[in-house]
Nanobody, 123 residues
């Protein structure tokens, strides 16, 4: 499966962005999907994940209550709605899909990756 992330940009603190992850190739609904991010000089970290059918989601504590993940398997897409953005949310955001049954928080477990989209939050 091929993934392409989009929707990043420059936004002021307190603003919102919606990231999209478009998939092509195999049946997207077979894969749990997660968003990760990586800031300069830092390790890649888990942001949010969603189960194959969308019924189960998970969030990093740092984004809980501000970000919402969703998916539309008919459109082969996963979304990350980001509200109340903070300067510390600045990073390259990646979507990833896992051939396993459940999404996890370890980025090394994911099999397919999008190219990343840059989110910059100014103070």
């Amino acid at each position: 499966v091929q993934l392409q992330a989009s929707g990043g940009g420059l936004v002021q603190a307190g603003g919102s962005l919606r990231l999209s992850c478009a998939a092509s190739g195999r049946t997207f609904g077979n894969y749990p999907v997660a968003w990760f991010r990586q800031a300069p000089g830092k390790e890649r970290e888990f942001v949010s994940g969603i189960s194959r059918g969308g019924g189960s989601t998970g969030y990093a504590d740092s984004v809980k209550g501000r970000f919402t993940i969703s998916r539309d398997n008919a459109k082969n897409a996963v979304y990350l709605q980001m509200n109340s953005l903070k300067p510390e949310d600045t990073a390259v955001y990646y979507c990833a899909a896992d051939r396993g049954l459940f999404f996890g928080r370890d980025h090394t477990a994911y099999d397919y990756w999008g190219q990343g989209t840059l989110v910059t939050v100014s103070s």
